[in-house]
């Protein structure tokens, strides 16, 4: 593959949003362009499916970013921010030894379709499959006291997709700040009822997706953002020219994430 002439770039406070398919074939993956450190964790996953599905998410990550930086997929350094030099990836991503610098960005995937979010500042992004009222119930005692409380008051009939969303904006967040899922979920105040108990210096929201999966992202800063969403056809992400398909991709849809902070209320 060779590198792209024109690049892609995050226009100023805003966000790229890429919907990433999984491939027909498992065929399709170029697992080369992985490095040792990718390989080993997709290999560490038992189901076939699984496996696919994080080594397929990783490289359309790399085909992404190549279209950002002009660098190749496989030759992209990428890193954990709190690198140690082993190999090991603490914290969130980021791409290593880009000259002038390479843009914010966060991955996540779920059950056949991945987003990979880039930015100019510090962000995180989740998708999630639409949960089951059996995982909502189950995770109901990990959620912060006010965001069980604020729950419980929703009828039950919505209270899966309300779930759903507040998780993903959890994640989301928690993502952002690098530390994941080890910072306890019952920490931070991610519901839709209170302002003033979110956590400051954030601007978190859920974006418009399909039917199926429930996505939300963080960005660090305040101010409404402009998102601008691409969802990558099959086709193109893992054809030869990947890279120069997406530097060439118009976004489909363009929207808002609101701040709520301005405007006195959130946005469902």
């Known amino acids: 593959m060779t590198p792209t002439v ?4 995050v226009a100023r406070g805003e966000l790229d949003v890429w919907l990433l398919p999984p491939p027909d074939s498992p065929r399709d993956v170029p697992y080369d362009e992985l490095d040792a450190y990718e390989r080993g964790r997709a290999d560490s996953y038992r189901r076939p499916d699984d496996r696919q599905m994080y080594a397929a998410a ?14 190749e997929p496989s030759r992209l350094n990428l890193a954990g921010e709190r ?9 969130r991503p980021v791409v290593l030894g880009v000259p002038g610098g390479a843009p914010q960005f966060s991955l996540s995937h779920s059950h056949g379709l991945a987003i990979v979010v880039v930015a100019e500042s ?5 998708v999630q499959r639409l949960p089951s009222p059996q995982t909502a119930e189950a995770c109901l005692p990990a959620l912060h006291p006010a965001e069980r409380e604020e729950l419980g ?18 994640e989301a967040y928690l993502k952002g700040l690098g530390t994941g899922l080890t910072r306890g979920a019952d920490l931070d105040y991610l519901g839709e009822a209170g302002l003033a108990e979110r956590p400051t210096g954030w601007v978190v929201g859920n974006l418009p997706l399909c039917s199926t999966h429930i996505a939300a992202v963080a960005l660090a800063g305040a101010g409404d953002r402009p998102v601008a969403l691409r969802a990558v056809p099959t086709a193109y992400l893992y054809a030869p020219d990947a890279v120069e398909r997406l530097v ?21």
């Open 122 to 126: 510090r962000v995180g992004a989740d």
């Open 153 to 170: 008051k929703i009828p039950e009939h919505e209270r899966t997709m309300a779930f759903g969303r507040l998780w993903t904006r959890k």
């Open 83 to 91: 690198y140690n030099g082993n190999g090991e990836r603490h914290g």
């Open 248 to 268: 060439e991709m118009e976004p489909g849809l363009r929207s808002m994430l609101r701040d709520p902070a301005q405007h006195g209320d959130l946005e469902r």
């Open 6 to 9: 024109r690049r892609l770039a």
């Open 58 to 71: 990783h490289v359309g990550l790399r085909r992404v970013l190549a279209g950002y930086t002009g660098i």
